[in-house]
């Protein structure tokens, strides 16, 4: 239980990027560094957490979590990796509403970001290795990249390319008496909150109950879900307020999800920013533990491992496609793209070296470059 908490805490206070650096940094820590799991083991749990709506890299360590110290390994791995960027984001509301504007911190964006880059191709490369196992899978990782780039929606490309993999690898089967099955669910239409006269802390904490049990794909998927709601219908936020609160969670480590700590400040204080990060990260909890402990029986059905292998697959493209669009965010000159080259030969050459040095050392890099 100690490890567990140690480890997310410091994932927690380090991942900076999205959750394609975070799920490189836990790849590089669970994996790479502690063994806790093989590879194999790893992308089945990034398979699940593509599967079931919520944030993917809080999922992931909630998932971790269990399988290294059993259900309170669950709870605790999901909330060390969620505290500190919620307490973060909350000192961040603070300062925003009593001075209105936030820190500047170009400087530390601008260093951190080629090495966050590094890291993700890093682990994409490890994991591709073991995910691309025959031409069935390397076809459907590249067709998920293709598709990604052209703008093609995440979740019919995961469900898609999974269901095709796991019907090409069972064809022989379609001619016999087994039975194709599938787990699955199908998302609950979504709770209209009772806005009533304006925004109240039961108000909040449902529409971010919904939000949390429906979203699928990338945590920018959230922008579209705050700026309909809580700008265009209700009047809550003003669309420059719902961007800094955007931009407040790309810049603090650990899942992006914790916007919505920095709108509930907004809308109700420090009980409103509290209810808002408990009520959107709660769904993930539950799918997780429901999911969880079904994952190793499914492997050992052809049928589910070849939906499994899919879904592995087309998680890996996603993830390429997040990394080509990290890179043209992140290589803003020469400089960025020697630091980012020098990130990745360090990680080649320095197999066990702890990724959060990285980051640091970017981020100093970074205040030398553009700070000074």
Do not use: C
Not at 116 to 126: F, P, R, Y
Not at 133 to 161: Q, R, S
Not at 267 to 296: C, D, E, K, Q, R
Not at 346 to 358: E, P
């Amino acid at each position: 239980m100690r490890e567990v908490a140690a480890v997310f805490l410091k994932l927690g206070m380090t991942a900076f990027g999205g959750p394609a650096a975070a799920i490189g940094l836990m790849q590089d820590e669970v994996v790479e560094r502690r063994q806790w799991v093989d590879r194999q083991r790893f992308l089945d749990l990034l398979g699940a957490t593509n599967l079931i709506p919520g944030p993917n890299s809080t999922e992931l360590a909630i998932h971790l979590g269990y399988v290294r110290a059993g259900w309170p390994g669950l709870i605790v791995g999901g909330v060390g990796f969620i505290l500190p960027a919620m307490l973060m984001v909350m000192a961040l509301a603070w300062v925003y509403v009593r001075f209105g504007t936030l820190p500047q911190a170009e400087w530390l964006l601008y260093g951190v970001k080629p090495v966050i880059l590094a890291i993700v191709a890093h682990a994409l490369w490890q994991l591709v290795r073991t995910a691309l196992k025959d031409w069935v899978t390397g076809v459907a990782g590249a067709a998920v990249l293709v598709g990604a780039l052209l703008g093609l929606g995440e979740v019919p490309l995961l469900f898609g390319i999974a269901l095709t993999v796991m019907v090409v690898k069972n064809r022989s089967a379609l001619y016999g008496a087994a039975p194709v099955w599938l787990l699955g669910f199908e998302a609950a239409p979504a709770v209209a909150a009772a806005v009533g006269g304006g925004p109240t802390l039961g108000a909040l904490g449902l529409f971010f109950l919904k939000v949390g049990s429906v979203l699928y794909g990338s945590g920018y998927v959230l922008l579209a879900f705050l700026q309909g709601d809580l700008v265009e219908r209700w009047g809550w936020l003003t669309s420059r307020q719902l961007l800094d609160a955007v931009a407040v969670g790309q810049f603090t480590p650990g899942p992006l999800f914790t916007t919505a700590t920095f709108v509930g400040y907004l809308v109700a204080g420090w009980a409103g920013a509290v209810v808002a990060t408990v009520a959107i990260f709660l769904p993930g909890f539950f799918f997780v533990a429901v999911s969880g402990p079904l994952l190793p029986r499914l492997r050992q059905s052809p049928w589910m491992a070849g939906f499994l292998d899919g879904a592995n697959a087309a998680s890996l493209g996603l993830m390429a496609a997040v990394t080509l669009a990290l890179g043209r965010a992140s290589m803003a000159d020469w400089r960025a793209v020697l630091l980012g080259l020098a990130a990745m030969g360090v990680l080649l050459r320095f197999r066990k070296l702890n990724s959060a040095w990285l980051v640091l050392a970017g981020a100093v890099l970074g205040w030398l470059i553009k700070g000074m």
